[in-house]
């Protein structure tokens, strides 16, 4: 979308910036044809000149994919890793580490919710990092469940089509789309939902790409996607009944009553801003708004402007050049395309004229040479003989761009001499007329305000696929838990609110939390008390690993002494104590109860809950108490001590 892609060719393009851009394959795909969409879109309706699809062009190559969970080192120290994120296909949070040590996590716009095509997110490589850069745009916002959610906009469409009138749903074009078509798709397929009879349609600039890249990208959605092709061989977005229509005069084809999902979302421009000007008047159609956009958009007002009223619309279209301005625009391509061959002239001759240098030297390089007599003074060394040599000239090779020039005269076939007779019939046959060169139509772009009296139906029915606020505040304390925290992307409300949340909880335990501004530079550098040391071999020998996640660690007594390597530095050793003290045992990894029942389950032991408690073989009880702290009570038996050791098998105790 524009918040996260769009400045991109801008600043490729305009700026200069030439950096690597690294993203998931779906970005790279659908990020493309989102790009190519919102500029058409722009284009069509005003002179838009931000940027050019070469721009778009040049941006994606400097595009690496990447796939999740793939740790890619970018320089020395530091390397990125993408997770799911759960919002759109491809959409990633970012985990930066630097030396191994600290880790920077780049989490914003995530959905843990599964949905129809795509996963939740999952935070599990995540937690308690370094810093986390997240935003607060769903802060104070609650959702409705998405039973209520899908039965709201089932009702609506069929409320509407059975008035004869046309459903518009304005949304993005590559991302939260896919939800919804394969929403809109299971309705249209199932018979007692009684939409098979209207018409359902999708319309935009790239439509059937969009749903091509989708079909060969299935392994970035959900499990269920998944499952339904690998068992039943049936292709999800391979539609029956949605219809990929490009242009409005492919939309005019389609039968009335129709159900149309249409970009763009906040309506700045595309298609769905030209369908509402002739929409809106009338009673019986409604507009169907899926995400909230900025307050000076045209869907915001839209939005809170309540039905019979009037809004005014700009409305842009291209029509082509006529008369003068058609003349004017011929002239001064003519005049360019003078001022180009000029150049090439000029540069010809300049070129011709080196040419005519280097002849002049290489035939007095190359003349007679000097006889030894007419040398002034003789060596004392023998001096090779110098023989005469016929002159040579080796011709210099011109080379461009595309390589070295083609001489047309090397490839000309010498026509074969014509008979008088034969010329005779030719000249009695009529010369043949030569078609006219197509020649791209100039069209220039004509726009026109006009007031539209809303008297459609207009609502808002969720499909953003975010996280709402309780659902995030619950991850980011008990989940994530980090250090410190810089809060992006929300209003001065939302921000100031998940701000203070942070800071009143207690078991987070942040120690900084950044609300910057527009343009404001955060410093976020935290002191580091982290020191490189060598293990001596004995010290390695004698401390026994547990693993833990990714990680391998164990418990060592040991001193510092700093030492002298082969270069003279000073390098820190840790040496084993002599008289080791005892410590108390250290248990590391939170693992789940329901993870914890599998286990039993699979030891042979029943295991139900029962009010959040696990109860094994009813006789012990296993909960976790609000510090998070997982209890174990029963009577002293042979099945206590096997389940006490099972659960202490899922920790790492050193």
């Not at 500029?39 to 990447?66: A, P």
Request: glycine share 4%.
């Amino acid at each position: 979308d524009v918040d996260h892609i769009g400045a991109l060719p801008y600043l490729y393009g305009t700026l200069g910036l030439d950096c690597q851009i690294y993203g998931t394959v779906p970005v790279y795909n659908m990020g493309q044809m989102f790009l190519y969409d919102y500029y058409q879109s722009k284009n069509s309706s005003e002179d838009f000149n931000i940027f050019t699809l070469d721009h778009v062009d040049n941006v994606f190559d400097h595009f690496q994919q990447m796939k999740y969970s793939q740790t890619l080192t970018i320089c020395p120290g530091i390397s990125v890793t993408p997770y799911a994120a759960g919002h759109m296909i491809g959409g990633t949070m970012w985990k930066i580490m630097k030396d191994d040590e600290e880790d920077i996590v780049y989490a914003v716009d995530f959905n843990h919710k599964k949905e129809r095509h795509l996963n939740g997110a999952l935070f599990n490589n995540i937690i308690r990092p370094s810093l986390l850069i997240t935003d607060a745009y769903n802060a104070t916002f609650e959702y409705k469940k998405r039973r209520k959610r899908d039965q709201e906009l089932i009702s609506t469409i069929l409320e509407t089509v059975r008035q004869d009138g046309n459903v518009i749903i304005v949304v993005d074009t590559a991302g939260r789309v896919l939800e919804l078509m394969q929403l809109l798709e299971q309705l249209w397929r199932n018979t007692e939902s009684g939409l098979s009879a209207y018409s359902l349609a999708l319309l935009n600039h790239v439509g059937y790409n969009v749903v091509d890249f989708a079909k060969n990208m299935l392994e970035w959605m959900s499990d269920t996607v998944t499952k339904q092709f690998e068992e039943q061989r049936s292709y999800p977005f391979h539609f029956k009944h949605l219809n990929l229509c490009h242009s409005l005069q492919e939309l005019e084809k389609i039968p009335s009553p129709y159900v149309l999902l249409t970009s763009m979302a906040d309506l700045s421009c595309g298609f769905a801003r030209n369908l509402l000007a002739v929409s809106a008047e009338a009673k019986e159609n409604c507009i169907i708004v899926t995400q909230r956009t900025k307050p000076d958009t045209l869907a915001s007002k839209l939005l809170s402007n309540a039905i019979n009223n009037t809004i005014d619309i700009t409305i842009g279209k291209r029509v082509p050049l006529e008369g003068k301005e058609l003349e004017d625009h011929f002239n001064s391509v003519a005049k360019k395309q003078q001022e180009v061959e000029k150049m090439e002239v000029e540069e010809e001759g300049e070129e011709t004229d080196e040419e005519q240098e280097d002849d002049q030297a290489l035939v007095q390089r190359h003349d007679v040479p000097i006889p030894e007599e007419t040398h002034s003074k003789k060596s004392f060394f023998k001096q090779h003989k110098v023989y005469p040599m016929f002159p040579f000239h080796e011709e210099k090779i011109k080379w461009d761009e595309y390589g070295e020039f083609i001489k047309h005269e090397h490839f000309r076939i010498e026509e074969e001499p014509v008979k008088e007779e034969e010329m005779e019939t030719e000249k009695a046959k009529p010369a043949p007329v030569a078609p006219a060169a197509p020649t791209e139509i100039p069209t220039k772009c004509v726009t026109s305000r006009i007031k539209t009296q809303v008297n459609c139906k207009v609502k808002f029915i969720d499909f953003e696929g975010r996280s709402d606020g309780e659902s995030i505040k619950r991850i980011l304390a008990a989940v994530l838990k980090p250090r410190q925290m810089v809060i992006v992307h929300g209003t001065p409300d939302s921000s100031r609110h998940l701000a203070e949340f942070c800071r009143d909880s207690k078991d987070m335990g942040v120690s900084q939390i950044f609300v910057p501004g527009i343009g404001e530079t955060v410093d976020a550098t935290s002191e580091r008390h982290i020191y490189q040391v060598k293990l001596k071999d004995a010290l390695v020998t004698a401390a026994k690993f547990s693993r833990a996640n990714d990680a391998e660690l164990a418990w060592i007594d040991a001193v510092i002494d700093v030492q002298l390597n082969a270069d003279k530095e000073q390098v820190a050793m840790l040496e084993p104590l002599t008289n080791k003290p005892s410590h108390v045992p250290v248990f590391i990894n939170e693992p789940r109860l329901s993870n914890l029942r599998q286990t039993l389950i699979k030891s042979g032991i029943q295991a139900e809950f029962n009010g959040g408690v696990l109860v094994c073989n009813n006789k012990v009880a296993i909960r976790r108490n609000a510090s998070g702290t997982i209890q174990i009570e029963g009577t002293v038996c042979d099945d206590y001590y096997k389940i006490r050791s099972l659960l202490y098998s899922m920790y790492a105790i050193i």
